[in-house]
């Protein structure tokens, strides 16, 4: 018996089961997947829902394969995902280049537990955030959201399909495993209030000379003809010209990763998402993802009720990186606190954009920084800036 492809409605729900009834809702036919600690549960969700919607669940013999064979079926026209941990990402880097130079949508979901290596199997980290943008070799871009709720991941997850079938990128879920195993309440609109960003498809017939990789409008997307429709179509991981045919010359390469890179950057208003909490007036920000700043909210609340004006940028999108709002926020801010369970990472990318001091509170993972230090962080900072703004005063 077919069970619906959208389980419209309010339910109590696993946050790794809301990642995949989000991957239902928006039209993910095909799943390839190896267990692994904190993710599995979307694995075994996919295993029952996809025969049940018509779809297909394939557990693979590791995470290399389980890639190669979302690439394969992305490239034959169906909307295909997969689900990790830190040493299956890992395993998959190689071939999200591939996916990147072959521009084949695919979205993963990597539920970050505490890491390097084994690490924390069933503990949270946020230290593969890095990995996400710069872990396969080269010069690419892609896109990666950083859920904060069950609800998240159903919203982050149909959001990931539209942004990797209109861009014809890999995205990435960067969840944790706070999240993936929190249960909360999560709203399933009906299928027509669902987003749908198709991918860009050929308007001339096969045998009118069709280029697969000639990118004519300004978005620089070229349009994607699938596996079996027809045309001739020769993907390779290989720099390759218009007609995807190997092409050796550094004029090639130089034009093509240029595109790769630039199609994400000039595209990159469509993708990027972030929320902001007291920032009107806020002296002291906050930045912060996923668990972490459901911790750094409740830090702000305190800190606003004790009459320090700090404020929380949360971010949605990790990458590509909300630069504009928080070169806005630094013609106000005093000072900027990044708040992330890693040893510093996204702090770096902080750094970059602002001129103020910008301290970090940092955990290695393996349990959720509570809202404590980073309420410690903003009273220290306020402090400093009350003792800094005395001495200018009285040196007036």
């Known amino acids: 018996m ?27 036919r095909f799943f390839a997947g190896y267990p692994i600690t904190p993710s599995t549960e979307i694995a075994e969700r996919m295993a029952q829902r996809l025969p049940e919607v018509g779809g297909v669940f394939i557990q693979m013999e590791d995470e290399i394969a389980s890639i190669l064979a979302i690439i394969g079926a992305s490239a034959a026209g169906t909307r295909a995902m997969s689900a990790t941990s830190g040493p299956g990402f890992s395993l998959m880097m190689e071939n999200i280049g591939l996916a990147v130079m072959m521009e084949i949508p695919i979205v993963i979901v990597d539920v970050q537990r505490g890491s390097p290596s084994t690490g924390l199997p069933t503990l949270p980290g946020q230290a593969d955030v890095m990995q996400a943008r710069w872990g396969s070799h080269g010069d690419y871009a892609i896109a990666a959201y950083a859920p904060w709720s069950p609800q998240e991941m159903f919203d982050l997850t149909v959001l990931a399909f539209n942004v990797a079938d209109r ?105 990027i998402r972030y929320e902001g909490y007291g920032l009107e007036d806020a002296k002291i920000v906050v930045i912060s993802y996923g668990c972490t700043a459901r911790s750094a909210r409740r830090a702000i609340g305190q800190a606003r009720a004790a009459g320090i004006p700090a404020g929380l940028l949360r971010l949605i999108s990790l990458w590509p990186f909300p630069e ?53 962080a903003i009273e220290e900072v306020a402090t400093r800036g009350a003792r800094i703004g005395r001495r200018k005063a009285s040196a007036g």
């Not at 309010?10 to 039209?27: K, L, S, V, W, Y």
């Not at 879920?173 to 249960?183: A, F, K, L, R, T």
């Open 2 to 28: 077919k069970g619906r492809a959208i389980l419209t409605g309010e339910h109590f729900m696993h946050g790794d089961h809301a990642c995949t009834e989000g991957a239902i809702a928006a039209g993910c």
């Open 167 to 271: 861009f014809r990128i890999p995205v990435m879920v960067m969840s944790d495993e706070v999240v993936g195993h929190m249960v909360e309440r999560v709203v399933i609109p009906p299928e027509e209030q669902i987003p749908r960003w198709e991918r860009k498809r050929p308007t001339v017939p096969p045998e009118n000379g069709f280029r697969p990789f000639l990118a004519e409008d300004d978005d620089l997307v070229p349009p994607l003809a699938h596996a079996g429709e027809g045309y001739r179509v020769h993907f390779t991981g290989l720099t390759h010209d218009e007609r995807g045919y190997p092409d050796m010359s550094a004029e090639t390469h130089h034009r093509l990763v240029t595109r790769l890179v630039e199609k994400v950057r000039r595209n990159a208003d469509a993708m």
């Open 324 to 376: 504009k709002p928080l070169r806005e926020l630094a013609r106000q801010a005093e000072a900027f606190i990044v708040a992330e369970m890693n040893l510093g990472q996204m702090i770096c990318e902080v750094e970059r954009y602002v001129a103020q001091p910008v301290i970090g509170v940092n955990h290695a993972g393996g349990a959720m920084i509570p809202p404590a230090p980073i309420l410690e």
